[in-house]
């Protein structure tokens, strides 16, 4: 083998020459394997599972070509420590090809195996390769071959390829623009440079005996030094390299959409949701019953207590009174027939009168001594005495109905004693009336506001 000296370098046409930094890898060469193909021997293969290498592993293959017998040189292709080497004895012709499948079989190329990467996707516009090295044997020039296969269509690909016409002494990157990759003659068509499913890259020195090449990367010129992920992926959909997609999200998931958080934490939100009635974020001013802000609940409310205590005082004397009036009435009934049926009758009416009189002097004092009534009764609470009240009436109502009973049969016992019965009438109807009049006056709602 041959060591490697220092020359000068010269681009060939089609050749762009940089030492700026590139992107999508296909390969670092970090992992170790190698083959030493003899003259007049087949080819030799090899291939070597590295995370650094698209698809995870490379094949490589090596041939001699001249000489075709035994013992006339050796030729060694291998990756190292970050380097492919292709180096030649003098008088050796050859080549080496290295390829990128996804698969651990060096010996065939399974065209689709690296699932459609898009070479496109991180703005890449060639494919660039790092040369370390060559000797430009003999002022020999050197070929480097790419083949690009498309993944649905193995019978579609396109090939491109850089001269070396000269010496290389320094690291130096030499691109192949995709514009310049060309259907080969034997393709059904040009390959898809978002849809790769296999790379070869073929070192002939066929033409350039005794050869010495060294690499040490190859890939595209777009943004993203990376190998593609599992998904083929070097650059997220936010345009990060090696991201997660994630940093472009707005708080809906949508890649720089417009949605932010707002102050009071809703996605997409005008600040106004925890805002209180003051505006003041998660404050905690509210509009009280009476639509005020902060306010204390009453400026929409007038409310003055009633002393009930004369009210109760005239319902109750009322049933007294309208009790004591028929009482005259009976009197007078027992005085003008009195007859044991007739004491017995009258005796049973007055009781049923008292017990009613009784029962409105309790219900006279059910009612509260002092009782609230407000303007609003919509934003408030009450405790109702219509019942009572009602009640109250209902008793009213049958003491007038008895008392009217006696009348009317103290006027049945003739002419003198109906004149009688007709001034006797008038009290108990006076105070009927009276009592009713009085049980509408009482008001029925104690407020709670």
């Not at 996804?102 to 516009?125: C, E, K, P, R, Y």
């Not at 992920?229 to 708080?251: A, F, K, R, Y």
């Not at 005495?385 to 009973?405: C, F, I, K, P």
Request: hydrophobic content about 35%; charged content about 20%; some cysteine.
């Amino acid at each position: 083998m041959k060591y490697f000296s220092a020359f000068r370098v010269a681009a060939a046409a089609l050749l762009c020459v940089s030492t700026s930094a590139h992107a999508l890898t296909i390969d670092d060469f970090n992992g170790v394997g190698s083959i030493q193909p003899q003259p007049g021997g087949t080819e030799k293969y090899v291939s070597i599972s590295d995370p650094g290498a698209i698809g995870g592993a490379r094949g490589i293959e090596g041939k001699v070509t001249f000489p075709l017998v035994p013992g006339g040189g050796d030729m060694f292709v291998e990756t190292s420590d970050g380097r492919f080497s292709h180096s030649l004895d003098s008088n050796v012709s050859g080549y080496s090809r290295l390829s990128w499948d996804g698969d651990q079989d060096a010996v065939t190329l399974v065209t689709s195996g690296l699932n459609g990467i898009d070479f496109l996707q991180d703005n890449g516009s060639a494919i660039a390769i790092d040369v370390v090295a060559f000797d430009y044997p003999s002022q020999k020039p050197l070929t480097l071959k790419v083949t690009l296969f498309d993944a649905i269509d193995g019978t579609r690909f396109s090939t491109g390829s850089v001269t070396l016409n000269g010496w290389v002494i320094a690291p130096t990157t030499f691109t192949i623009p995709f514009i310049a990759f060309v259907a080969d003659p034997a393709a059904s068509g040009p390959v898809d440079f978002t849809n790769i499913g296999a790379i070869t890259l073929k070192i002939d020195s066929e033409q350039a005996p005794a050869a010495d090449l060294q690499l040490e990367w190859i890939g595209t010129n777009g943004i993203c030094r990376l190998v593609p992920d599992q998904n083929g992926e070097v650059i997220d959909q936010c345009g990060v390299c090696g991201g997660d997609g994630t940093s472009c999200l707005d708080c809906n998931g949508i890649p720089f959409g417009g949605a932010v958080i707002d102050q009071c934490g809703v996605c997409g939100g005008d600040g106004s949701s925890c805002l209180d009635c003051n505006g003041v974020p998660n404050g905690d001013a509210i509009v009280d019953r009476c639509g005020v802000c902060n306010g204390d609940g009453n400026s929409c409310i007038t409310c003055t207590d009633k002393d009930l205590t004369p009210i109760s005082v005239k319902l109750d004397s009322g049933a007294k009174k309208l009790e004591a009036a028929i009482k005259r009435v009976a009197q007078k009934y027992v005085n003008a027939k009195n007859t044991p049926a007739v004491q017995k009758s009258v005796k049973k009416i007055l009781a049923e009168v008292h017990r009613l009189q009784i029962t409105n002097w309790t219900l006279s004092w059910v009612f509260p001594r002092k009782l609230t009534v407000c303007d609003n009764e919509a934003i408030c609470t009450y405790t109702s005495y219509r019942s009572t009240a009602d009640e109250y009436r209902v008793h009213n109502d049958e003491m007038l109905q008895l008392g009217l009973g006696l009348v009317k049969k103290l006027k049945k016992l003739g002419k003198s004693h109906a004149t009688v019965a007709k001034q006797l009438q008038r009290p108990i109807e006076k105070q009927y009336q009276a009592n009713l009049d009085e049980s509408y006056v009482v008001p029925i709602k104690d407020f709670h506001c």
